[in-house]
């Protein structure tokens, strides 16, 4: 007996929608054939004038290919996502802006609120962390043309995206997306993952240190320490990797979260005060006092560096820290007795 095979039925409330917005994408594309170089444009100049230090600004019109398989997204029921996609998608016509450091970002945050209507503004790496996740670091922004934007009063009227990154974020960015997302049909090595936290602490140290930098070559400003990037799990590994170099080896990435707990029993929770732990004279002193029979990881290193520092004081903050505190305990005591010469 033959059984006959039904073509996929169509959703034409959807195919309608779709159709609708072709023929209004087209005819607006057709109308600005310029659009994407009018607001790259008018972008730069803003930051130019504005005297933001920027690094590049790039705008372009989203492809039909593109906006076509945004548009067709639907909900749990099969209703489709944007009921009015031409509207209800902001990033249609898109911008982003990098700049070289991550003070910057509230300049441009607040250049653009000056000069556009800001509808909605959303920090991504928040939302991120919020999440439970790490990594992605950019500001979205979207916007509506108004009647005095400089350059644009053509375009009065007209909503779409900005993207503000650092160069760093930026970069992170476009490889992970690259590695990811575009062989989401291949099966990646877990090592990846990994790989790209390590990769997403280094950055935001640079980005924290680019800041520094930034402030103390000018002068007029004095140094703002609220810039210095707070620790935690996540970013330890890439911090340590930058301060300690290639010497010591990652540690497992679980046991970031007590070492962070460590470091906060001395009131240690910013870069800097990691950086002021990791000087070259103790963590010499430390290594040929101890003598290890092994190369230590860094949540190691770090253990007994703080031990060195604060001594006894050290073991009864801390003793209790892990799954073993009355074994803790005794190698501490162990531990800061060679440290001493006792």
């Not at 920027?54 to 398989?69: G, I, M, N, P, Q």
């Not at 099966?187 to 990994?194: E, F, G």
């Not at 004095?222 to 010591?248: C, K, W, Y």
């Not at 290594?287 to 050290?314: A, C, K, W």
Request: glycine share 6%; aromatic share 8%; charged share 30%.
């Amino acid at each position: 007996m033959s059984t006959s095979h039904q073509p996929a039925k169509r959703n034409k409330a959807a195919d309608d929608t779709i159709a609708r917005l072709g023929s209004t994408y087209f005819a607006w594309v057709n109308e600005h054939p310029d659009a994407a170089a009018t607001f790259r444009h008018a972008l730069h100049e803003l930051m130019r004038d504005a005297g933001v230090q920027f690094d590049r600004v790039d705008a372009r019109v989203k492809s039909w290919t593109s906006l076509k398989e945004k548009a067709r997204k639907t909900r749990a029921d099969g209703t489709l996502l944007y009921h009015d996609p031409w509207h209800d998608i902001k990033d249609i016509l898109g911008a982003r802006i990098t700049v070289l450091h991550s003070t910057e970002i509230p300049a441009v945050q607040r250049l653009l609120a000056d000069q556009f209507e800001v509808l909605r503004s959303v920090d991504k790496a928040e939302e991120t962390r919020v999440a439970g996740g790490f990594g992605y670091g950019s500001h979205h922004l979207v916007v509506r043309v108004e009647e005095q934007s400089e350059g644009l009063e053509d375009y009065a009227g007209q909503v779409f995206e900005v993207q503000i990154r650092t160069v760093l974020q930026h970069a992170w960015a476009e490889f992970e997306h690259d590695i990811r997302y575009k062989r989401a049909s291949e099966k990646l090595d877990p090592r990846v993952d990994r790989a790209f936290t390590l990769a997403a602490g280094l950055i935001e140290l640079a980005d924290q240190q680019f800041d520094q930098i930034a402030t103390l070559a000018d002068p007029q400003e004095r140094v703002n320490t609220d810039v210095d990037a707070e620790i935690s799990p996540e970013t330890l590994p890439g911090i340590l990797t930058v301060l300690l170099g290639s010497q010591f080896p990652l540690s497992r990435a679980g046991d970031y979260r007590f070492l962070t707990e460590l470091l906060r029993a001395h009131g240690i929770e910013v870069v800097s005060e990691v950086a002021e732990l990791t000087n070259p004279a103790d963590i010499e002193a430390v290594s040929n006092t101890l003598n290890y029979p092994f190369m230590p990881g860094q949540v190691r290193i770090m253990d007994d560096l703080l031990l060195n520092r604060f001594g006894s004081e050290h073991i009864e903050k801390t003793w209790d820290a892990g799954n073993r505190p009355g074994v803790r305990r005794k190698r501490l005591t162990s531990r800061l007795a060679l440290l001493r010469g006792e």
